[in-house]
């Protein structure tokens, strides 16, 4: 059967490159002095290739899987039951295909660690086995800092914060490869964000089509300021006065028009407007106390209202009784 032909090469694929990968476990732990920065700087950059290699193969492997029977069927089984026994294989295995790429990319990602604290470090070789998969580790005194990736599942009103801020730590490091930049991108990605990209395949020269093809949806600035807009109107009228739900409101108003204005939106002309419908949504204690305090007959600048507004949360928040 030719599936199944295909199926053993690329398991002797896999296996191949987990013998790679021990090889260069084995190198970092017997590392001495005499192997200078180049020799660091050649096996980081046959780890990327490693790894994006056993990316390919593992999504191939899934897919000739993917169709693989769950075993022999009852006659009399519902296609009720079939469907639940297939969906429960199904999940399995697709849980068991994300371990195994998951484990692979903790030993890849952990081993470059390594090397780039040994070029640091001067090639420092004290070392030790770490336990968890057979991975090592170089004895210290500095922490690198573990980065906070930003995730982001498809939702509009979130792609604005999570476009600056994986710009800020991945995209635009110059001291990161495109194979890094590719998975971490994978790995900060979820749902509809997810399947945006889920069908290009892992590799140096696609992260850019990626990128691209994730920018091509969300980078849609009418549909962003709709969204925003839409976010702002949606936020309800307070139904007590308390500190905790009028700063919620406040954030609500501060946060989309910053986001507005991110996208490019000129919402300096907007304070009339903005004013009127913070208002609307006040409780009526304190829209009575703005009102007081503004005492006048001009038009009160939206600012001005935000002003007064944080003010009065740091008051309620201080007199609030302790819980």
């Given amino acids: 059967m030719p599936a199944a032909d295909d199926l053993r090469l690329l398991s002797k694929q896999e296996r191949a490159l987990r013998i790679s990968l021990d090889n260069l476990k084995e190198f970092v732990q017997t590392k001495h ?72 990319e903790n030993d890849v990602y952990q081993l470059k660690k390594i090397m780039f604290g040994l070029i640091q470090a001067g090639t420092s070789n004290s070392l030790q086995i770490q336990p968890h998969a057979s991975a090592v580790v170089p004895q210290s005194k500095v922490k690198l800092p573990e980065l906070k990736l930003p995730i982001f599942n498809g ?53 850019a089509i990626a990128w691209n093809a994730l920018e091509n949806v969300y980078e849609n600035k009418k549909l962003l300021v709709m969204t925003h807009l839409d976010s702002l109107f949606a936020l309800e009228s307070l139904r007590q006065e308390n500190f905790d739900t009028l700063s919620k409101l406040v954030n609500g108003f501060e946060r989309n028009l910053q986001m507005l204005a991110k996208i490019g939106e000129n919402t300096e002309g ?38 007064f507004l944080k003010s009065h949360c740091s008051v309620s928040q201080s007199i609030a009784p302790a819980k």
């Fill in 33 to 104: 002095e005499g192997a200078d920065r180049r020799a660091l700087d050649l096996r980081i950059a046959k780890l990327d290739e490693i790894w994006e290699k056993f990316s390919n193969v593992r999504m191939r492997i899934e897919l000739l899987t993917d169709d693989v029977s769950d075993g022999e069927t009852d006659p009399e089984e519902t296609e009720q039951a079939k469907l639940q026994r297939h969906t429960k294989v199904k999940k399995q295995q697709d849980s068991n295909n994300a371990k195994i790429l998951k484990d692979f």
């Fill in 270 to 307: 907007w304070s009339t407007l903005l004013q009127y419908m913070l208002c609307k949504r006040l409780h009526p204690t304190t829209l009575r106390q703005w009102e007081s305090y503004y005492n006048s007959k001009e038009v009160p600048k939206y600012q001005d209202l935000v002003k």
């Fill in 155 to 207: 939702r509009m009103s979130d792609w604005v914060t999570f476009r600056d801020t994986y710009k800020n730590l991945i995209h635009n490091d110059v001291s990161l490869s495109d194979m890094d930049k590719f998975t971490y991108l994978r790995t900060s990605l979820t749902g509809d964000a997810l399947q945006e990209i889920a069908s290009i395949e892992i590799s140096s020269a696609n992260y």
